[in-house]
């Protein structure tokens, strides 16, 4: 009961700094940890050659829509749980958390079992090229596969945030990354595995981290309590999850659709190109996951003041979170901006028209990166509070509505620069979308603020 009021005291009266900090910075810390094991795997694989660097930028798409699904049903939930617990609703929040649960580990079975069943030919539609394909094959069968851990990970990611129990996760994020990290080089290179030993350490780090949240389960250390019985598939929970998991989950295979279409677009110019783009992609997915992290840590803060009524508390905290975030941004994106040349270098063992690509792509990435914290922030804060549509619309920008159309029509009369510069452009277009989302928000929390004071 101590560890729940400190939890509760944590999201609702404890200093925003503060409770920013607790919350954020474990989280932050494991995803970074996460997103380093991400760029050493790509590290590890680019010395075996082009093609296999190719072949794990063709599979990385389809493992992010299998764990969409956790992110559908842990995302969708977490919103939900925080302004449960801003409700004192500690027995429907019982059963939301173990419906979410459940859910996702039975749906993410059945996409996993279809995944392997057409495996080659979603490799194909990936951009998978002949040179690259049986890398990528190798690569998806064990990958995939694993991917029913991380399901239930990420979908336990979420939901203990929501309890306040940031620790927990950075502790499951970082033990999976840390043993994963220290596992491929011993089966790429130690085992002479190639590819093949990539996928097992991952496997093996995701069953690692699913132990860890498997004992905080069962030693009872959430808030909620996690039982078949608690599932209840009632209409209110489950357009209460998906009201915020579908817009998640979209944004999910927008994010593997871009990648895809780079892949299926670069193919024409060659591996090298495919390889460029890849590394970029988890370059760039670094500095964005740190973020993801920390606005991980300002979300259940943001529902929770919203579902208790303090609107003060919910506006400190948004600010806060903006400063922060465009502050890490800007320092992240100059560094990359300015050492493009030098990090792409070290995933290849000596490619220069990859390391040619991937510099020019990754410079002007940096740039555009600026304003990714200020875009995170209120694509996160509209599902925190609720508002599914307005999160769906603005978390599709960055890799749907404004990503698609210029990705299609660009190459075309812009060649090889018009894959380069997509992302950025995105970008800018989706920074400013979010300006005017914004404003209206803060129009309507004022209103909400006052109806609240007069009653």
């Known amino acids: 009961m101590n560890s729940r009021n400190n939890k509760m005291e944590l999201l609702g009266n404890a200093p925003i700094s503060k409770a920013l900090l607790a919350m954020g910075i474990p989280t932050m810390l494991g995803m970074m940890v996460n997103a380093i094991y991400n760029l050493v795997d790509a590290y590890f ?19 992010q829509i299998v764990v969409g699904l956790g992110l559908l049903f842990g995302n969708g939930s977490a919103s939900y749980l925080s302004r449960l617990l801003g409700n004192r609703d500690q027995e429907q929040a019982d059963r939301v958390a173990s419906t979410a649960l459940y859910s996702s580990v039975a749906v993410g079975a059945v996409l996993i079992i279809f995944s392997m069943i057409f495996l080659r030919p979603i490799l194909r539609l990936l951009g998978a090229t ?42 499951a994020l970082m033990a999976g990354a840390v043993l994963n990290i220290g596992l491929d080089p011993v089966f790429i290179y130690t085992l002479d595995m190639g590819v093949a030993g990539a996928a097992i350490a991952t496997a093996i780090s995701q069953i690692v981290s699913t132990l860890i949240y498997l004992t905080f389960i069962f030693r009872k250390k959430s808030i909620y309590s996690f039982k078949m019985k608690n599932c209840t598939f009632t209409k209110e929970i489950m357009s209460e999850i998906f009201k915020i998991g579908i817009p998640t989950l979209v944004f999910q295979i927008l994010t593997s659709l871009s990648i895809s279409l780079v892949n299926t677009q670069a193919g024409p110019y060659g591996d090298s190109v495919i390889a460029g783009m890849g590394a970029v992609t988890r370059i760039v997915s670094m500095g964005s996951l740190i973020v993801f992290g920390f606005i991980k840590g300002f979300q259940p803060i943001a529902g929770y003041s919203y579902g208790a009524k303090k609107f003060d508390r919910l506006h400190k905290a948004i600010r806060t979170s903006i400063l922060w975030s465009t502050v890490f941004c800007v320092i992240y994106g ?122």
Not at 146 to 157: A, G, K
């Open 130 to 171: 002949d040179s690259i394909m049986p890398y990528a094959m190798t690569y998806a069968g064990i990958y995939v596969v694993s991917c029913i851990f991380n399901v239930f990970n990420v979908t336990m990611n979420n939901i203990v945030t929501s309890e306040g129990a940031a620790k927990t996760t950075m502790f």
């Open 45 to 63: 694989v680019g010395g075996l050659g082009t093609s296999q660097m190719g072949a794990i930028s063709v599979v990385y798409p389809l493992g």
């Open 334 to 455: 100059l560094l990359l901006t300015i050492f493009s040349s030098r990090i792409i270098a070290q995933f290849t063992d000596g490619d220069l028209e990859m390391i040619r690509v991937g510099t020019q792509s990754l410079r002007i990435n940096g740039l555009s990166f600026l304003l990714f914290g200020f875009y995170t922030v209120y694509s996160s804060l509209f599902l925190a509070l609720g508002k599914g549509l307005e999160g769906f619309v603005l978390g599709a920008c960055r890799q749907g509505i404004c990503f698609v159309p210029v990705i299609l029509i660009l190459p075309v009369f812009w060649g090889i620069n018009g894959i380069l510069y997509v992302q950025p452009i995105a970008d800018v277009l989706s920074a400013i979308i979010t300006i005017f989302m914004a404003l209206h928000l803060h129009k309507e929390l004022a209103l909400a603020k006052q109806k609240f004071i007069t009653l």
